[in-house]
């Protein structure tokens, strides 16, 4: 026997709600806010509690208006942590106890029930161990400069990101972390740099062409020197050594008393006194 007019008539009823369904989300979605996510690298202990900082502004709003009151979704390594609300700052700060040591991918979304629509985005969480070096590296010293008549920006402000490595800047890096040092990525220059995407940005680049995983700090108001001294405030005393491209870089450091190769080494007399050249990323090692 085929189908009964009782299960016609059932079965467009069920289509019916699904077209009406459909149709109110569509038209749901069309008419969300869209936001723009900040989730910023973390570092800590194994067993020692983090604060994960979260944001959420508007997109497209020439003042990165907060948007407070959304709920946002935190997942580390692939598993569900936590959901927290946005205050009116459009923050929310997530409490997380690693146990273990090591280096671990962090995402943050917004839930989908929300009447805000920003793309997830993802950084690392760092469980390091105090008494391990760390080494800090200018992003300019990993990238080949861009041809352009143009002057050079640093990385982080905007601009699109080179897209070719230093060659063997990638495998070297990668035998100084592999038993050794802990690694720091920062982008150079000292004016105050945007968050919302940037770190996104360097991650992505770091990962695609095989650098080591590590933390990135983006420099806030107070540059680069501000960056080191809020390192050392919260105990990471092991931060020693740097490698990096520019001047700045390297006046920088020496200030605060840390090594410092310059790769590739600066013209006769713009090397800074004290710091260490090197040709090439097959010679830093020698250095450090």
């Given amino acids: 026997m085929g189908p009964q007019p009782q299960a016609y008539r059932a079965l467009a009823v069920v289509l019916a709600m699904f077209v009406w369904v459909s149709a109110g989300t569509g038209s749901e979605a069309a008419d969300k806010i869209a936001g723009l996510l900040t989730l910023r690298d973390a570092l800590t202990l194994p067993n020692h ?35 927290g609300t946005t205050d009116e700052a459009g923050r929310v700060l997530f409490e997380y ?43 300019e010293s990993l990238m080949l400069p861009v041809a352009s008549s143009a002057p ?19 495998d070297e890096l990668s035998k100084l972390t ?6 720091v990525y920062v982008p150079g220059g000292e004016r105050s740099l945007p968050e919302s995407d940037v770190g996104q940005r360097l991650r992505q680049w770091l990962t695609s062409h095989k650098f080591p995983p590590g933390f990135v700090a983006v420099p806030g108001t ?14 990471w005393t092991t931060m020693k050594s740097g490698i990096g491209r520019t001047r700045s870089f390297a006046e920088t450091l020496l200030q605060h008393r840390m090594e410092v190769v310059v790769v590739p080494e600066l013209p006769k007399g713009e090397l800074p006194r004290k710091a260490k050249g090197a040709k090439d990323w097959k010679e830093v090692r020698k250095k450090l």
């Avoid at 671990?104 to 985005?121: G, I, N, Q």
């Avoid at 050079?152 to 990638?170: Q, S, W």
Wanted: aromatic content about 4%; hydrophobic content about 40%; charged content about 25%.
């Fill in 178 to 183: 592999q038993y050794y040092y802990n690694v």
């Fill in 222 to 235: 107070g540059g680069l020197s501000a960056t080191l001294d809020g390192f050392k405030q919260e105990g």
């Fill in 152 to 170: 050079a920006e640093p990385v982080g402000t905007g601009a699109k990101l080179p897209t070719e490595p230093v060659p063997d800047a990638a």
């Fill in 49 to 83: 509690p983090v604060r994960i900082d979260a944001r959420l502004t508007a997109a497209g709003q020439a003042d990165h208006r907060p948007l407070g009151g959304v709920p946002l979704h935190l997942r580390i390594d692939g598993k569900d942590i936590a959901t």
């Fill in 97 to 139: 106890l690693p146990k273990m040591r090591g280096t671990t991918v962090m995402s943050l979304s917004v839930d989908p029930a929300a009447s805000v629509s920003a793309e997830p985005r993802e950084a690392t969480l760092c469980v390091w161990e105090r008494r391990r070096p760390i080494v800090l590296v200018e992003l």
